[in-house]
């Protein structure tokens, strides 16, 4: 069985390929290199995102030598990020057609490619889930989004190396550090979850971690130095938030109006909009938190005074269907409205469309049950940490959108919005 390699060194702004001349010290010469990874990365975020039919335009319409080849790199992003090693071998290929190519200083040396075509994957996975108890309605889709993208994976698997998972119910096993190591006491080489914040905070006071964890929520803890085999992944609102951001600036709108509710959670992607939108540029006119079940005829009149190209909304289902009409009825100016998942009521489409139409919502990229991806998701992580580890800049495209490794190790996703049509 190959040794699964959980901690290879990023390697990200290297300028040239392994066996070139030595990169002078001078200060000149680090000034150029800086120069040409800031500009690779612009490039690349602006690139990366589009569809692969776009890219394929491009690779045959294009004159530029440069985009071509940024083109031809987003493709094997694309088409080659679920399995590590054709995605290694693609990329030193790509390597040698684009040698001078500014991309290359996203992709580490060639040492640091190959090592990717040696990286194996877990052989005994297990899953901690609230699957009795108040929070099993949560842990079930994610078992059986799991099961499923198990079993897809476990199809295509022969021999002696096929793959077991067993699931561990921490609804009737509320020690989370001592299920860990039941865990590992019964083979696993890999554990996914548990799922609760308080069960990953609990899990991740635990001295010594033999095996990787994917933790299914997120702590935000990153004080402690000896969880560095510890993963969090999760569906974080705040993602959602982030990418509301992105796409209304790169459609060109800059003043902004936040409507959530005035709770915690509320408060919480108000405040991720608001640093996202500002860094980017962005002014926020007026946010109005509202503090009835949904905001009141007078509030939603008054704040719409405010000219604002666009209007982002936080909102659970029925708050969403009160205040929606009440935007449009008082709006002379049809300002863009721009929704999280959370008015979908855990859906991946609402109920019906006539409720949020032309609204654009930013939601996970499939047409299934959140949890359920999540589940799909968890199963691909437990399988591509090596990878993500190894190529930041490359996303892993799943059921509930592009993940991404940050430095603190957790996975975030980036997610399409759509216009919902009237």
């Known amino acids: 069985m ?180 039941q865990a590992v006491a019964e083979g696993a080489d890999f554990v996914v979850g548990p799922l609760l914040k308080s069960n990953v905070k609990q899990l991740k006071q635990f001295p010594t971690f033999t095996v990787p964890v994917l933790a299914l929520n997120y702590t935000n803890d990153f004080s402690q130095t000896h969880t560095e085999q510890v993963y969090e992944f999760g569906l974080s609102p705040e993602d959602e938030a982030r990418q509301m951001a992105v796409h209304a600036r790169e459609a060109g709108m800059k003043q902004a109006i936040i409507i959530a509710p005035d709770t915690a959670w509320g408060k919480r992607l108000a405040n991720a909009l608001t640093q996202h939108w500002r860094a980017d540029g962005g002014n926020i006119e007026e946010i109005l938190l509202f503090k009835t079940p949904s905001a009141s005829e007078e509030e939603v009149k008054t704040l719409l005074q405010h000219r604002a190209d666009v209007i982002f909304l936080f909102a659970q289902p029925n708050a969403a269907r009160r205040i929606t009409p009440l935007i449009r009825q008082y709006d002379l100016n049809q300002t863009a409205i721009y929704a999280s998942s959370s008015i979908l009521s855990g859906k991946s489409q609402p109920a019906s469309s006539l409720d949020f139409r032309n609204m654009t919502i930013c939601n996970i990229p499939t047409n299934k049950n959140r949890l359920y991806a999540m589940g799909e998701d968890g199963y691909l992580l437990s399988q591509l940490l090596t990878q993500l580890h190894a190529l930041p800049n490359f996303p892993v495209y799943g059921s509930t959108g592009a993940l991404v490794l940050d430095q603190h190790q957790q996975i975030h996703r980036h997610v399409p919005c759509r216009v919902i049509e009237s």
């Open 2 to 181: 190959k040794k699964i390699i959980l901690k290879i060194l990023i390697v990200i702004s290297i300028p040239c390929l392994s066996g070139c001349s030595a990169i002078s010290s001078s200060s000149s010469s680090t000034h150029n290199n800086t120069t040409s990874q800031k500009n690779g990365s612009a490039d690349w975020q602006r690139i990366q995102p589009l569809s692969s039919s776009k890219l394929k335009q491009i690779q045959k319409t294009s004159e530029n030598p440069d985009e071509k080849g940024w083109a031809a790199l987003a493709l094997i992003s694309k088409q080659k990020n679920l399995d590590t090693q054709k995605l290694a071998r693609e990329l030193l290929a790509w390597r040698e057609q684009h040698p001078a190519h500014p991309g290359n200083t996203l992709l580490g040396d060639n040492q640091h490619l190959s090592t990717l075509l040696e990286t194996g994957t877990p052989q005994h996975i297990a899953i901690l889930l609230p699957l009795s108890g108040r929070y099993s309605k949560a842990g079930k889709p994610i078992q059986n989004g799991f099961l499923n993208a198990y079993y897809n994976n476990t199809k295509r698997q022969t021999g002696s190396s096929k793959q077991s998972i067993k699931f561990y119910d921490t609804g009737s096993a509320p020690d989370i550090p001592a299920l860990y190591q």
